[in-house]
């Protein structure tokens, strides 16, 4: 049975949760969580 839609928060904040299967590490070069964050800081940028 699929999960239900997530409803738009009315507040527009929303908790970002990042874990690696097994606690594996997510980000093994310092560039790539560099540009992660760039990411996120632009589309928080256009959506806010």
């Known amino acids: 049975m699929p999960r239900a839609k ?3 928060s009315e507040s ?3 908790h970002i949760i990042l874990r690696g299967i097994n606690q594996q ?7 790539d969580y ?6 996120i800081l632009k ?3 256009v959506s806010g």
Do not use: H, N, S
């Open 34 to 39: 560099e540009k992660f964050i760039e990411t």
């Open 12 to 14: 527009g904040i929303y």
């Open 43 to 45: 589309y928080k940028a």
């Open 6 to 8: 997530r409803v738009k």
């Open 25 to 31: 590490v997510i980000f093994e070069a310092e560039e």
